[in-house]
């Protein structure tokens, strides 16, 4: 594990404002989670964008996709793809375009809102996506989000880890070449 003063060091070196997170962005325990499983500069494909995604964007290559224009270019180091919601879920077509081009070590599922249809999508149009790596659903604190979660667990068969952030928590499938020793 990375020592934690370093993660703080580059924390405090890259600008990054955690008042940022937390409510409706990703949670700072989940920030953390991050600087430990992936070297800056990795390639993140998060779904449902925020001021976390300003964020993530100031040490990571974040690929962020959004229904909501509101949201779209909060920041310009980020890479947005915008995706108008098409029978309750992001336009696929949009997506199957964009996604074949990118690759990515972890994957957030943190969008749309549930008032916007939830992220049931994602189970539904999971072909979309390189499963392979780590996948990341926020909210599991919520039993939608945490069926969502399980459901992926299960069909992927992989580790997986659950942390508690104040205000909510989020489940993580362990990329398959993750070693325990380092939980
Ligand atoms: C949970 S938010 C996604 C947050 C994002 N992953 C982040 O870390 O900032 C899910 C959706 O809610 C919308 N949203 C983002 N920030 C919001 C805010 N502050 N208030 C209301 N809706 C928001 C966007 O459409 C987004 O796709």
């Known amino acids: 594990m990375k020592d934690i003063t370093d993660v703080e060091k580059k924390i405090k070196n890259k600008g990054i404002n955690l008042n940022n997170l937390g409510f409706w ?8 989670f991050l600087t430990q499983i992936l070297p800056e500069g990795s390639s993140i494909l998060e779904i449902g964008s925020g001021s976390g995604t300003v964020e993530l964007s100031k ?3 974040v690929y962020s ?3 909501n224009v509101e949201y779209v270019g909060l920041t310009n180091k980020a890479t947005y793809i915008y995706a108008p919601l098409k029978d309750g879920w992001y336009d696929v077509g949009i ?4 996604l074949k081009e990118i690759t990515y070590e972890a994957i957030i599922v943190d969008g749309p809102s549930q008032a916007a249809g939830g992220r049931k999508g994602f189970i539904d149009n999971i072909d979309l996506f390189d499963v392979g790596v780590w996948i990341i659903v926020d909210d599991i604190n919520r039993p939608c989000d945490l069926h969502i979660y399980k459901t992926l667990a299960e069909m992927l068969n992989r580790k997986t880890v659950e942390i508690k952030e104040c205000d909510k928590s989020f489940g993580v499938i362990c ?4 070693i325990s020793s380092n939980t």
Do not use: S
């Not at 990329?175 to 993750?178: E, G, H, Q, S, V």
């Open 25 to 32: 962005a990703i949670g700072i325990r989940l920030f953390h």
């Open 59 to 61: 040490l990571y290559r």
């Open 65 to 67: 996709i959004e229904n």
């Open 95 to 98: 997506l199957r375009d964009v």
């Open 175 to 178: 990329k398959n070449d993750w």
